[in-house]
């Protein structure tokens, strides 16, 4: 998969735009947002470069957990019940 050549999580490609993705960053520990930022800047300056990361700083299959959609489950279960109160 070519996202992890940039250094990215499956979760980074996540569009941030998005209310429930949104929340779910927001509610990320403060060290795990700016983990993410940091990929995705340095994801967004390799292809200005039109460059990948070596090869030794490729996301490894193993690391490539998702980090991001557990809390985007809670999210979207509060998100639903808000709805059901209106």
């Not at 947002?33 to 470069?49: F, K, L, M, N």
């Not at 998702?66 to 109160?85: G, N, S, T």
């Amino acid at each position: 998969m070519k996202y992890r050549r940039y250094g990215l999580f499956l979760d980074d490609l996540l569009n941030e735009s998005e209310p429930i993705v949104a929340e779910a960053i927001r509610r990320l520990p403060h060290e795990l947002q700016e983990a993410r930022q940091a990929r995705v800047s340095r994801a967004i300056d390799c292809t200005h470069h039109n460059s990948y990361l070596p090869e030794d700083m490729w996301t490894k299959p193993h690391e490539d957990k998702p980090y991001l959609r557990p809390i985007m489950d809670e999210v979207l279960a509060e998100f639903k019940e808000k709805d059901e109160w209106k």
